[in-house]
């Protein structure tokens, strides 16, 4: 296994540099150990005997800054390493040159920029439609229970509407502003706020328990929110 990590393979794209993993000597003008090394005649050179001492190393780990490195550099050879666990060389970054790496980070800082800015948009775009949605929960509460304070359905609508929540005004009924998703929201804000169920939770009281325990006022609040609409039509 430890000749098999001496000879690199044969290249498959372009010039091949190799991170030794015992200490090596250069062949040529017998400085060592070397960091990185290229086989030539099966014996080992640095990278100034080799013409590849000006280039600079980038890890691996940024796919699109090193393809726009090598596009970017005339000359470039990939570095790879030898892994006894696996028996494999494996690739472990490149070398470009100098001015090439500088201009392929220019690139992606500009791509980066685009990003950022496309995300700033879409952020934009989201908090205006969210704030549609919930003005539209809110008139629709209002709608069904009139004597809800307007203060206190748009505050139901922002809470029940919030995106990535898994709220009630999230899911498909909630979107289409059906009654049922509609009153279900208000009934969870009355049951939170304006009875003790929280209380009888907190002191070990099973939800279903305390759910049936302050029914009767979620009802009677919901009723008169209600009925506004008949003392006004």
């Not at 040159?97 to 980066?112: G, P, Q, S, Y």
Request: net charge positive; charged share 30%.
């Amino acid at each position: 296994m430890a000749a098999a990590a001496l000879t690199a393979p044969a290249p498959r794209t372009g010039l091949l540099v190799v991170q030794p993993l015992r200490r090596k000597q250069c062949a040529g003008c017998r400085r060592g150990p070397l960091p990185l090394l290229v086989m030539e005649d099966a014996a080992p050179r640095c990278l100034d005997c080799a013409d590849l001492g000006h280039l600079v190393f980038l890890p691996r780990g940024d796919t699109a800054l090193t393809r726009r490195s090598r596009e970017e550099s005339g000359l470039s050879a990939v570095v790879i390493r030898f892994n006894r666990r696996k028996a494999r060389y494996e690739r472990q970054g490149v070398l470009v040159e100098e001015a090439a790496l500088a201009r392929a980070e220019e690139r992606c800082l500009a791509d980066a920029e685009v990003r950022r800015r496309r995300r700033i948009r879409d952020a934009r775009r989201r908090a205006a439609q969210d704030e549609r949605f919930a003005e539209a929960f809110a008139a629709e509460i209002l709608r069904l229970l009139p004597g809800c304070p307007q203060d206190r359905a748009r505050a139901i609508a922002a809470h029940a509407s919030l995106r990535g929540s898994g709220r009630v005004g999230r899911s498909a009924a909630g979107r289409a502003l059906s009654e049922g998703a509609v009153v279900s929201a208000v009934v969870a804000s009355v049951r939170h706020l304006d009875t003790p169920y929280d209380r009888l939770l907190m002191s070990g009281v099973p939800r279903n328990e305390a759910r049936r325990r302050i029914a009767a006022e979620v009802e009677a609040r919901i009723r008169t929110w209600r009925e506004e609409a008949d003392r006004t039509a």
